[in-house]
């Protein structure tokens, strides 16, 4: 069995692929090794009911994720998928910035953006990636990134800076205070789940000025920072990765034509490409719905 898994901070996407080559879609919780042992990894896997049941059919493992940024957090990666998965005989374990450039280019040329909970970019030569800017995370980068959004609205919530009808939806949507939302940040796990799970809150009001404003100044920011310092940038199709992108693709399109980029692919879901490039690269039958 064919396994390809592409983890973001939020949730892992799975595609498992028999030697018919009919496939199943799994989603588990993300992985990132900065927040995450082995041992969690082992755990979390193994919640789930199929891919336990399946584990020691698998023999060809493909993994990108968030965080992969050397060789000590690819081991944690790696030991906690070799105690699920201990027939496999392949595992290629790689940064979620490779996964992201092989499902928007193939093997061509491209600048890849991801948008999704962090945000980073880099530039794909048809074989390797290569960053122009390093990623910071949440708390000093990410921008345009979910974490990021979410990071804006509860500063302006807890400031009391929200246009009013914003200020009381929040409110009822969400019933947090200042006390439970710095908790939620400075004392539980994975806060840069938490930041941008405050997407949702954008989405409901999509149409809002307040919104528009706060999402066109965080697409104008990452093109800045992450695209425009590519060399001729113009260049060469952006594609970007993730569902920030997705949802708000219109104002990306507005981004693109301020800062002179051409968009190439949008894509929410990167795991079935990933999993058709892989397929094709080895004859492997691959049937989707």
């Known amino acids: 069995m064919l396994l390809i898994a592409d983890s973001g901070s939020t949730k892992t996407d799975w595609i498992l692929i028999n030697n018919d080559g009919n496939a199943t879609e799994i989603s588990t919780i993300g992985f990132n090794p900065f927040f995450h042992s082995s041992t969690t990894i082992e755990t979390e896997i193994l919640k789930n009911e199929t891919l336990s049941n399946n584990a020691l059919n698998v023999d060809n493992l493909v993994f990108f994720g968030a965080g992969i940024s050397s060789n000590d957090r690819k081991q944690i990666i790696n030991i906690g998928l070799k105690s699920v998965f201990k027939n496999c005989k392949n595992i290629t374990i790689d940064h979620d910035m490779k996964g992201a450039a092989i499902a928007a280019c193939g093997d061509n040329k491209g600048i890849i ?25 949440y708390i000093l980068g990410d921008e345009a990134s979910g974490a990021y959004f979410g990071k804006i609205l509860l500063i302006d919530f807890l400031y009391k800076k929200l246009p009013e009808h914003l200020h009381k939806d ?32 954008f989405v409901k009001h999509s149409n809002d000025k307040y919104v528009k404003k706060t999402i066109k100044a965080g697409f104008s920011k990452f093109a800045s920072i992450h ?10 199709p952006v594609h970007f990765i993730g569902s920030v992108a997705h949802l708000f693709n219109d104002i990306l399109n507005e981004t693109a034509i301020k800062h002179n980029f051409k968009i190439g692919n949008i894509i929410q879901k990167p795991v079935i490409s990933i999993a058709k490039y892989y397929c094709n690269k080895s004859d492997h039958k691959l049937n989707l719905i």
């Open 170 to 201: 929040f409110i009822t949507e969400f019933n947090a205070d200042k006390d439970l939302i710095l908790e939620s940040i400075y004392k539980k796990p994975n806060a840069n789940v938490y930041l941008a799970s405050f997407m949702k809150f």
């Open 227 to 236: 695209i425009c310092t590519f060399k001729n940038y113009n260049e060469y």
């Open 113 to 137: 953006c991801i948008l999704g909970t962090g945000s980073n970019s880099c530039f794909f030569d048809g074989c390797e990636v290569y960053e122009n800017v390093p990623s910071l995370g």
